[in-house]
Nanobody, 126 residues
């Protein structure tokens, strides 16, 4: 059984940081492109960024310069480092895995991902 488990969400003050983790079980994440997505209350899910199987990264404009995606293949985990958080970053964050060699770009964000995690809540409030 394939599982993706996100963790690291929580409550943070504006301007603060969080690091989310996406850990795979029953799946070798180093062979997959991984996307991070989020859904704010009352809004549609949107892409945050992605990392290709060869390690290239892509970020949407709303998070570029603030968020960083990285891999730790030894731990079968993908990280989303989020800095300078604002209320616009509030939402449930999901990771998803896609079996593809597509490089990290906008096209990768639009693909149909094979596996999804259950999400982790990020709240930004003083």
């Amino acid at each position: 059984q394939v599982l993706l488990v996100e963790s690291g969400g929580g409550l943070v003050q504006p301007g603060g940081s969080l690091r989310l983790s996406c850990t795979g079980s029953g799946i070798a994440l180093d062979y997959y492109a991984i996307g991070w997505f989020r859904q704010a209350p009352g809004k549609e899910r949107e892409g945050v960024g992605c990392i290709s199987s060869d390690g290239s990264t892509y970020y949407t404009d709303s998070v570029k310069g603030r968020f960083t995606i990285s891999r730790d293949n030894a731990w079968n985990t993908i990280y989303l480092q989020m800095n300078s958080l604002t209320s616009e970053d509030i939402g449930v964050y999901y990771c998803a895995a896609d079996w593809t060699r597509v490089p990290a770009n906008g096209e990768l964000m639009l693909r149909q991902y094979d596996y999804w995690g259950q999400g982790t809540q990020v709240t930004v409030s003083s």
